[in-house]
């Protein structure tokens, strides 16, 4: 098999543990590095000698041109995404725009030499069939009365300034790229091991979760004043805390929060005076004591499902348009209606935060409290295994209302009724080790179970169930899960493939 080579050396740390473990925590990873850059005519400029070339991967050239066009197609979708504005330099620089592109034409050589180590190969044909059926918005733009047209396809890249040559060799690349990826991505699994998977599936359980992390006691363990004033006696601890004191300051520190709910008109396309119609009658009659209510009535939207409740948030959290008239309002004011990209909407300010400036002299305390905490190892130790002993006895009878009175007070996490299986594990809700899945999927006794990872302790009382799909469904996830495979052995080659490649980019911009 073409590449065989480069899968069996492939570094993908689960795969060397045993079945279950390594099964056991795999997510699926979203992997966005391997973007093909289409070429599109418009707007592309042609090479313009050795100050067009803005880096090198290998001996794969990237042009400043290649940039360029990426760059305009995402300034373009974003345009879309924000109502037909142009992103600010701010936001360019919060969505590290530059940097995703730069890394997208990176990844794009990559396979590209890739392709040429396992002798990926595009035919004279398959660039012919490439052009001949280029798109762009749904249209075979080379094409008159469903024939490829020769003087149409020679004008078109004549008018866009770039050459029949460059234009078939980018052509060639980009198909040569996808095959390339195309190739590790969909790698091949044996029906053995997708059997092993739906059985691991079917072996599930429904379990009552507590997990907790004995450093968060430290602030459950009493200091007098007494204590600090000893400990301020000493010049070395002085230091310690003014030194902690800079080290976390930042944490200390609070923008303005604004506590707000909304209710929110979405427009159907084309229909954007009916929306605003909507919201201006909705505006006649909403006040602080309906506005719940109505935002469940009338608000599109999940978060409207809650009273449009939005949470506390700061400033930079919300489209700009939102943003001004949000944190210009009075506590318990509600606003006109207001237009976003999203839709219409009417805000109501339920609470404001003040911004937090932290001094020393504020939080000299409480740092200096945080270090005689970590101090007294045996107190946290003695209050762990307490509250451990309450917790497993009230997980065993079942009183889940005075785990929850607990987590309240002690803030540890506590997940009822989660379900998941011995293949997926708990796909992220909760951090449980292979070794702990593997505990959990063969203990009979039905008791809480006491897992220790560090610092962390994890108690679970599992029920076993029999987790049934339809073949459909069991077969739309086998499917997930062989891309999520291929997912992962394309981002491990990517890996492997930086490590040994001499990549240079120049400053650009």
Do not use: C
């Amino acid at each position: 098999m073409v590449g065989f080579r480069y899968y069996k050396n492939l570094r993908i740390s689960s795969m060397s543990k045993s079945f279950s473990e390594k099964t056991s925590g795999l997510f699926v990873t979203l992997f966005i590095g391997f973007i093909v850059i289409s070429f599109v005519v418009s707007g592309y400029q042609g090479s313009k000698g050795n100050n067009n070339i803005i880096g090198k991967v290998g001996d794969y050239k990237i042009e400043r041109d290649e940039y360029q066009n990426a760059y305009q197609r995402q300034m373009t979708f974003y345009k879309q995404i924000y109502g037909g504005k142009d992103l600010t330099s701010k936001q360019i620089k919060q969505l590290k725009l530059r940097e995703n592109i730069t890394q997208q034409l990176i990844n794009q050589k990559l396979m590209l030499i890739f392709g040429d180590e396992v002798g990926t190969f595009v035919s004279e044909s398959e660039v012919k069939d490439s052009i001949r059926n280029y798109a762009q918005n749904g249209k075979k733009i080379f094409q008159s009365s469903g024939r490829f047209n020769v003087t149409l396809y020679k004008n078109a890249l004549k008018n866009a300034g770039i050459s029949v040559s460059k234009f078939e060799e980018d052509n060639k690349a980009m198909l040569q790229s996808k095959k390339s990826f195309d190739l590790v991505a969909q790698y091949p699994l044996s029906n053995s091991f997708l059997n092993d998977v739906k059985e691991f599936r079917k072996n599930a359980v429904k379990a009552q979760v507590v997990q907790l992390n004995s450093r968060t006691l430290e602030q459950f363990v009493k200091v007098s004043k007494k204590e600090l004033n000893t400990f301020y006696a000493k010049e070395e601890n002085l230091n310690l805390t003014k030194a902690r004191y800079e080290a976390k300051k930042n944490i200390f520190a609070r923008p303005e929060e604004i506590k707000a709910r909304h209710i929110l008109i979405t427009p159907k396309p084309g229909k954007d005076k009916d929306a605003e119609k909507e919201i201006k009658r909705l505006a006649k009659k909403v006040n602080t004591k309906n506005f719940v209510r109505m935002a469940n009535r009338y608000g599109d939207g999940a978060k409207n499902k809650n009273g449009g409740d939005l949470g506390w948030f700061s400033k930079g959290r919300m489209v700009p348009e939102f943003e001004k008239v949000v944190f210009s309002q009075k506590v318990g004011a509600i606003s006109k209606p207001v237009k976003t990209p999203f839709g219409w909407h009417i805000i109501f300010v339920e609470k404001k935060r003040a911004e937090v400036v932290p001094t020393y002299a504020d939080f000299k305390d409480q740092v200096a409290t945080g270090i005689i905490q970590e101090g007294k190892q045996d107190e946290i130790l003695k209050l762990a295994k307490t509250l451990q002993t309450k917790l497993v006895t009230l997980l065993n009878k079942n009183k889940f209302k005075a785990v929850e009175k607990l987590q309240k007070k002690y803030k540890f996490q506590f997940l009822k009724d989660l379900s998941f299986n011995q293949f997926d594990g708990t796909a992220g809700k909760i951090k449980i080790s292979g070794e702990g899945l593997n505990k959990i999927f063969q203990d009979k006794t039905g008791k809480t179970l006491i897992l220790r990872e560090g610092n962390i302790m994890t108690l679970v009382k599992a029920k076993k169930t029999l987790k049934r799909k339809s073949e459909t469904e069991e077969n739309m996830v086998i499917e997930r899960f062989k891309q999520t495979i291929g997912q992962m052995f394309t981002v491990d080659l990517s890996n492997q493939m930086r490590s040994k490649t001499d990549i240079k980019i120049y400053k650009f911009y």
